[in-house]
C-alpha cells in the first residue's frame, strides 16, 4: 500500500471515530431521522450540495452514496422517470472529506464548504442496464428498512462488542434526502445492522462503483 493511501486510510478512521464515537456532540435526531453529531450534519450538507451541484434534484431518483477508506466519495443514481435504462455514476476527482471538509483545518461555515466543493471537478459515467435488472435493484431498494439507525458498538459473530473504524460505508437517499439511511461495509466477521441495505450497496458498488487505479 503507497504511503497516500496509508495517510488516507488513517484519515478515514479519524473520521469514522469522530462520526461514529461523537456521541456527546449529538443533536436531537428529527422525527424519522437518526441522531447525528455536529461534524456528521455538516459533512452530509457538504456532500448533499456538491452531489446535487452534479447531478440534480429529481424527486424520483434512487441514490448509493458510497463512502470509501481509498477512493473519493461518489454515487450511483437510479433514476428511471428521467433516464430509463440507466444508472449514472457521479465521482469526485478528490476526497471532499480532507480536502475540503477537514477537522484539521480551520472551521468554515457550511455556505463557504460549499463554495469550495463545488469547485472539485466530477466524472460522470452512465451505464445502460435492462429494464429487469434496473426494476430488481430499485425493487430491493424499496423493500430497505430506513428507519434503522446503525449503533457502534457493532456485535461480532460471536456476539462480542467491537468497533468498525476503518471500513466505509454506504447510504441510500430517497424522495430528495427526505428519506435516507446508512450502514456500515463490514466484513462477514461483523453483523450488519441493516443487512438489505449493506447487500444491495455491495452489489451496486461491485457492478458500477469506482475502482482503484491498477
Known amino acids: 500500500m503507497s504511503y497516500s493511501s496509508i495517510k488516507r486510510v488513517f484519515a478515514v478512521a479519524i473520521a469514522?471515530?469522530?462520526?461514529?464515537?461523537?456521541?456527546a456532540a449529538q443533536n436531537d435526531a428529527q422525527?424519522?431521522?437518526?441522531?447525528?453529531?455536529?461534524?456528521?450534519?455538516?459533512?452530509?450538507?457538504?456532500?448533499?450540495s456538491y452531489f446535487i451541484h452534479a447531478r440534480g434534484?429529481?424527486?424520483?431518483?434512487?441514490?448509493?452514496?458510497?463512502y470509501s477508506a481509498f477512493l473519493?466519495?461518489?454515487?450511483?443514481?437510479?433514476?428511471?422517470?428521467n433516464t430509463p435504462g440507466t444508472i449514472t455514476r457521479y465521482a469526485a476527482a478528490k476526497s471532499i472529506w480532507g480536502n475540503v471538509y477537514s477537522l484539521e483545518k480551520s472551521h468554515l461555515t457550511i455556505d463557504q464548504y460549499v463554495t469550495q466543493a463545488e469547485e472539485v471537478p466530477f466524472a460522470k459515467t452512465d451505464f445502460k442496464v435492462?429494464?429487469?435488472?434496473?426494476?430488481?435493484?430499485?425493487?430491493?431498494?424499496?423493500?430497505?428498512?430506513?428507519?434503522?439507525c446503525e449503533r457502534q458498538p457493532m456485535k461480532d459473530i460471536?456476539?462480542?462488542?467491537?468497533?468498525v473504524l476503518d471500513s466505509g460505508w454506504f447510504e441510500i437517499i430517497k424522495e430528495k434526502g427526505h428519506i435516507r439511511a446508512r450502514v456500515t461495509d463490514t466484513d462477514a466477521?461483523?453483523?450488519?445492522?441493516?443487512?438489505?441495505?449493506?447487500?444491495?450497496?455491495?452489489?451496486?458498488?461491485?457492478s458500477f462503483g469506482s475502482r482503484l487505479p491498477r
Open 189 to 206: 466477521k461483523v453483523i450488519s445492522q441493516n443487512p438489505a441495505l449493506k447487500n444491495w450497496g455491495f452489489d451496486l458498488q461491485q
Open 158 to 163: 460471536k456476539g462480542h462488542n467491537v468497533i
Open 31 to 48: 422525527p424519522g431521522r437518526c441522531p447525528e453529531n455536529r461534524f456528521e450534519e455538516e459533512y452530509k450538507q457538504v456532500l448533499d
Open 16 to 23: 469514522l471515530a469522530v462520526l461514529c464515537l461523537g456521541g
Open 130 to 148: 435492462s429494464d429487469e435488472r434496473l426494476q430488481g435493484l430499485l425493487s430491493k431498494a424499496s423493500a430497505i428498512d430506513t428507519s434503522i
Open 57 to 66: 434534484d429529481s424527486a424520483s431518483a434512487v441514490i448509493l452514496r458510497v
Open 72 to 81: 473519493p466519495e461518489y454515487e450511483l443514481v437510479l433514476d428511471p422517470a
